[in-house]
């Protein structure tokens, strides 16, 4: 029966179909990209379509109850491929075809009508606009438009579709674009990234592949490397992997790409140079889909100076952040603290910050490859000491509120928020550690931390900082921090079982407070050091 592109498949296949007298001849057309019955230009793929069961269910769903479905999300997140495995699945119901526009090739936005024409081979008419020309044509038409890479020509892409369904009744429209088109009647659908490991989950290597993300890695490095196989000493550097660069597709092919010279572990290994690594994609692809650096590049040149900035005081943010946080953290210069919402739902509705509900409250969060890519270009940033230092100010804020909150009757909930921020928390710390000037704020703020690891049992982290905010070299300031950070190390050292180490800054933290006559800290010491030598059995030292 020849040669037919099937949607479910990366190319052609030759199609038989067996004759016999006592079988049925008489079937409908095949259901395939080449059948004339389904007019269509949908380009052929090259590499087969990994998961996306539930999301392929939603937007097929959703495309029966609107006129225009808009797909959004981060740009690799998976858009393009998508809405093309949709337009395949829906190629028989459009009797006059399903149609793909790409607009990333074209920087020109008068030229966005110019690009549907050419595709329904329509030629422009003497004394009309071409837009009319469309109009005219599609008016008694039933098909579906898929336009791709709507962001960067978004005012104009949102003028002609809204004119197509409002001129014509049996004409839909999906689109897929960084940010909404913003007309009416549209539907949005986030596009969100692969399923991916939680590298805090102990997974069998059995239980790996249910992860999309794995399972396209392991397809694309099959692909590139016939001998590839997931192994029980590569499955967990390829969790990580998977883990670390978001479930975003196309950073996950352009890291499978690696395996024809680096093994699972070595690429996992060097991910800390992450845009370098992941160059190296197709050739025929886009310029901007060659490399994970031009992806984001091209996000990044369609912003405007305020958005530019914004995201790049974001990427001091670890973990997520609160309004409250970025309204202290991010104003100043030219961001006002009232700008800040409005910025934030920008980079939202542009999917470049994502928003989430959490413990009754709205975080935000930028992936971990985009918050990289940020932070690479906020260190040459004139606001990137501000940013640190208000960064600190706030966490530091935070912290002590915190210690105080934890000995009350809201101790659950604040356990909970300082779990949820204690990256945050660390970069704080961090800051404070390599600034020449940050020994007391570094006492205080891994003081404020130490009932937490306490609690938490984050016993050798805690004991590890709170050292080194002691020994800063510009910590020599006998005061109530430096006691407290020297009772909090006493604690963690006892706990560790390190009893002589206990004693010896038990002791120096107990003589400060005396000295700063800080009777809380002087309390703590003696209470330590006390339920130690119960411990050890030294009774008459403990009385």
Not at 190 to 207: F, G, Q, V, Y
């Amino acid at each position: 029966m020849g040669a037919h592109r099937m949607k479910d498949l990366a190319r052609a296949e030759q199609v038989f179909q067996l004759l016999h007298s006592s079988l049925p001849s008489e079937f409908a057309p095949l259901k395939s990209l080449d059948n004339p019955d389904y007019p269509n230009n949908l380009p052929q793929q090259t590499t087969s379509f990994v998961g996306r069961e539930r999301e392929l269910k939603e937007v097929l769903e959703l495309l029966t109850t609107t006129r225009v479905l808009t797909l959004t999300g981060f740009g690799g997140c998976g858009k393009s491929r998508l809405s093309l495995q949709i337009a395949a699945e829906v190629l028989e119901n459009y009797k006059d075809g399903v149609w793909f526009v790409e607009l990333a090739p074209v920087t020109d936005s008068s030229i966005v009508a110019h690009a549907i024409a050419a595709v329904l081979n329509i030629r422009e008419e003497p004394g009309r606009p071409l837009l009319q020309t469309i109009l005219v044509f599609l008016k008694t038409k039933s098909l579906l438009f898929v336009v791709d890479n709507c962001e960067h020509l978004i005012a104009e892409s949102a003028r002609v579709v809204a004119s197509i369904v409002q001129a014509c009744p049996n004409v839909r429209v999906l689109a897929s674009s960084r940010e909404a088109l913003g007309i009416s009647g549209e539907l949005l659908y986030r596009t969100p990234p692969l399923s991916r490991p939680n590298l805090e989950d102990k997974i069998s290597l059995e239980a790996l592949t249910q992860y999309e993300a794995v399972r396209l890695f392991i397809d694309r490095a099959t692909f590139h490397q016939s001998q590839f196989s997931v192994t029980n000493e590569n499955a967990p550097a390829l969790a990580e992997l998977c883990y670390h660069l978001d479930g975003i597709p196309l950073a996950i092919e352009l890291a499978a790409a690696r395996i024809r010279a680096m093994s699972v572990e070595e690429i996992n290994s060097r991910l800390d140079n992450l845009f370098r690594l992941l160059t190296g994609g197709v050739r025929t692809a886009m310029p901007r889909q060659q490399t994970l650096r031009a992806l984001i590049d091209w996000s990044y040149d369609l912003l405007n100076v305020q958005e530019r900035l914004m995201w790049q005081r974001l990427s001091q943010f670890s973990g997520g952040w609160t309004l409250e946080a970025a309204e202290q953290v991010c104003s100043g210069d030219v961001i006002e603290d009232w700008d800040v919402l409005d910025l934030l739902i920008s980079l939202v509705d542009k999917s470049l910050v994502i928003a989430e509900s959490h413990l009754g409250e709205t975080r935000y969060r930028l992936l971990e490859t985009v918050r990289q890519y940020a932070r690479d270009i906020m260190k040459e940033s004139d606001s990137a000491d501000m940013t640190r230092i208000q960064h600190k100010e706030y966490y530091l804020q935070f912290a002590e509120s915190a210690e105080t909150a934890i000995m009350g009757p809201k101790q659950a909930e604040w356990l909970k928020r300082l779990d949820v921020e204690h990256d945050n928390l660390r970069i704080a710390l961090d800051t404070c550690l390599n600034n020449e000037d940050g020994a007391e704020s570094a006492m205080r703020l891994a003081g404020a931390l130490g009932r937490y690891w306490w609690r938490r049992g984050y016993l050798r982290m805690g004991r590890d900082y709170l050292k080194a905010a002691i020994a800063h070299p510009g910590s020599t300031a006998r005061t109530n921090a430096r006691a407290k950070s020297l009772h909090w190390v006493g604690v963690m050292h006892h706990r560790l079982g390190e009893y002589a180490e206990a004693r010896e800054t038990l002791e120096m933290g107990l003589q400060i407070a005396r000295e700063v006559d800080d009777s809380a800290e002087e309390m703590l010491c003696l209470n330590t050091l006390g339920n130690m030598s119960v411990f050890l059995r030294e009774l008459a030292q403990a009385r």
